[in-house]
């Protein structure tokens, strides 16, 4: 029999995971059956993608860097990556300006929705707020300063320290090119097999796949918030929902340009790790599978891939900034604020630089959003307004994080394939 092929399998666990928490739902004792017993799969799932986040971006970035030889091509391609990094992230950001200020959402929202809205969220709010907060509070350098470790073993003992990891082994991989070739060799083979044993247990993983996003969707569904309030929000969804599509066509039609792969071969190609961003919700939880498809289906050089996607998946947010961009606006819409040009730039702005703050896991953006308000003068408590419907449009907008880190990684290939 022939076998069924991956994303394939990705779609129908998360039909049937859908379908089963729909039809246990009604019961009582069918929610918290979901919760006890079909929930920890999908943690179990997502923990195991995790674990394999740390050494993977550590052996790919390493074995990345100590395969390019030398200094000068590095710092080309990190070049590049960077700027263009950025350059694809302003344009998210600008798309979701102007999406939401053709559409004005945040206009049909009525002072007693407002209030009912704050009222029901306005505790979650408050906790995004504060932690959002602690991170304001910092110096204008502290970005800096935290992206270099004093431990490298504290460092990867937190998932959410992907940044100085990353700044170790860029560090550890440029010392490696540095120092003789054959004392180089041991280090460089142990990090080659590491890697290669990473992929592998990355394979193993997915075997799971289609179990693990059952799970997923099926406590998501039996977990979701009431549903009258969120007609109120759908029109901001759509707006949000619509940026996104815009980004995936940008996509699309920018890796069409400049490396001549087709848009049906590239969504295909990139496919699976689209359905597990949306299942997730985390970049960095889907980041191995993202390597593989782009590396296997797509035909990137490993060199570029290993060098970046894992910096893609940390700082690279296109779908969180423009969602950021979004919400902002339609938040101070709702509170009837008119920000004037001045404003919406500044918005460019920080959603860029909050977008490249976020974490790559569930909920990031929602938490770096309360900046980018600040920055607008928009009241921070308009978090409570959207809080209903983010948990579905995260799952939208890291499948876009994602899609912008497989595209780039095509361009920059396409780049150093023409130098
Ligand atoms: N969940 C997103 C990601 O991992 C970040 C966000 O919350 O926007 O890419």
């Known amino acids: 029999m022939r076998r069924v092929a991956l994303h394939w399998q990705i779609i129908i666990g998360m039909v049937l995971g859908v379908v089963f928490a729909l039809i246990l739902n009604p019961f009582e004792w069918g929610a918290d059956f979901i919760s006890s017993w079909i929930k920890p799969f999908g943690s179990i799932f997502i923990k195991s993608l995790k674990l394999i986040a740390v050494p993977l971006i550590l052996a790919s970035l390493v074995k990345g860097i100590s395969d390019l030889k030398d200094i000068s091509s590095l710092s080309k391609m990190g070049f590049r990556t960077i700027i263009t990094y950025l350059a694809t992230t302003i344009v998210a950001v600008s798309i979701g300006l102007v999406v939401v200020n053709a559409f004005q959402p945040g206009k049909t929202i009525s002072e007693e929705t407002r209030n009912e809205l704050i009222e029901s969220y306005g505790g979650d709010a408050e906790s995004k707020r504060q932690v959002a907060q602690k991170q304001q509070e910092s110096g204008p350098l502290q970005a800096l300063e935290d992206l270099v470790p004093d431990n490298i073993f504290g460092a990867a003992a937190d998932n959410s320290n992907m940044l100085q990891v990353i700044f170790f082994a860029i560090f550890f991989g440029i010392s490696l090119i540095l120092i003789p070739e054959k004392n180089a060799l041991p280090v460089k083979q142990f990090f080659d097999s590491l890697n290669e044993v990473i992929l592998k247990m990355i394979d193993l993983i997915m075997l799971a796949a289609p179990l693990g996003v059952f799970a997923l969707l099926a406590a998501l569904v039996v977990e979701a918030p009431s549903s009258d309030l969120i007609i109120a929000l759908i029109y901001y969804s759509v707006c949000v929902v619509l940026g996104l599509v815009l980004m995936i066509i940008f996509y699309t039609l920018a890796v069409w340009l400049i490396t001549k792969k087709n848009p049906i071969e590239f969504l295909g190609g ?48 296109d779908g969180t900034s423009l969602y950021q961009a979004v919400a902002a606006v339609f938040i101070a819409q709702a509170f009837g604020m008119n920000l004037d040009l001045a404003a919406q730039l500044g918005i460019i702005g920080t959603a860029t630089l909050a977008s490249i703050g976020s974490a790559a896991v569930p909920g990031a953006g929602i938490v770096m959003l309360v900046i980018v308000l600040g920055q607008a003068g928009i009241p921070e408590a308009g978090l409570a307004l959207i809080f209903a419907v983010d948990r579905p449009l995260d799952m939208l907008r890291t499948t876009v994080n994602v899609t912008g880190d497989a595209a780039v990684s095509m361009t920059v290939d396409q780049a150093q394939k023409n130098r």
């Not at 990139?270 to 939880?285: E, G, K, V």
Request: charged content about 15%.
């Open 270 to 317: 990139i496919f699976p790790a689209q359905l597990l961003a949306f299942s997730t919700s985390s970049s960095a939880a889907t980041l191995p599978v993202t390597m593989e498809r782009v590396e296997k289906e797509l035909k990137v050089d490993p060199k570029v891939s290993s060098f970046v996607l894992p910096i893609g998946a940390t700082i690279n947010m």
